[in-house]
């Protein structure tokens, strides 16, 4: 199985911060890595595919970047909206998907 | 607009059968431009890809659930479902199916049901 490491596990942050999640895979996987943000008792919803592409919808002060083992997902201006856990997937490997263990962004 | 809702149990006794379905609307489970999958979350817990099926039949799955999972797809009913061997506690979760997207060579879940809890007692 390829694992994925989220770094941080947490944050802290204020409204207008600029935060930035890393996701390190355990071997390259080009650019088959997606970010997708959770609220509590809700379902994920895709925020950026293929490592760089932003889906519809999404505002675009997210942004996704990276390929091989390194990616990392930015917010350049934290919205009230944007405290959630975040999460990475791989879908690289077609014998097993898998995801990071998740980053929560908490207010400060 | 695509939706997708899962429907089960609720509550499953250890070593019975955990079945659930998705019923997919504003799609079709028979187009071959989506994958069809499940993933679950422990409470208070993070993401578990359980595995997919395309409209063929043809299914991957997690390996560390292989022996004990079968997804399948009936295109009839726009459905797919899951079905999940001799669960114990460690498979309650909330269940969530979701569809799969092919673009850009790699593969992304764009559509999500809301998800459903889904308890194992002994």
């Known amino acids: 199985d390829i694992q994925m490491t989220q770094s941080p596990s947490s944050l802290s942050a204020s409204i207008g911060d600029r935060v930035t999640i890393t996701c390190r895979a355990s071997?390259?996987?080009?650019?088959?890595l997606n970010w997708y943000q959770q609220k509590p008792g809700k379902a994920p919803k895709l925020l950026i595919y293929?490592?760089?592409s932003l889906q519809g919808g999404v505002p675009s002060r997210f942004t996704g970047s990276g390929s091989g083992t390194d990616f990392t997902l930015t917010i350049t201006s934290l919205q009230p909206e944007d405290f959630a856990t975040y999460y990475c997937?791989?879908?690289?490997?077609?014998?097993?998907?898998?995801f990071g263990q998740g980053t929560k962004v908490e207010v400060k | 607009q695509v939706q997708l809702q899962e429907s089960g149990p609720g509550l499953v006794k250890a070593s019975e059968t955990l079945s659930l379905t998705c019923s997919v609307s504003g799609a079709s489970v028979g187009s071959g431009d989506y994958y069809w999958s499940w993933v679950r979350q422990p409470p208070g817990k993070g993401l578990e890809w359980i595995g997919y099926v395309y409209y063929t039949g043809s299914t991957e799955y997690n390996p560390s659930l292989k022996s004990r999972v079968t997804i399948s797809v009936d295109k009839s009913k726009n459905q797919f479902s899951l079905n999940l061997n001799s669960p114990t506690a460690a498979d309650t979760a909330v269940y969530y199916c979701?569809?799969?997207?092919?673009?850009?060579?790699?593969?992304?879940?764009?559509?999500w049901g809301q998800g459903t809890l889904i308890t194992v007692s002994s």
């Open positions: 071997r390259t996987i080009g650019s088959s």
């Open positions: 997937q791989q879908t690289y490997s077609s014998l097993s998907w898998t």
């Open positions: 979701a569809r799969v997207k092919w673009d850009l060579l790699t593969y992304y879940f764009d559509f």
């Open positions: 293929a490592a760089s």
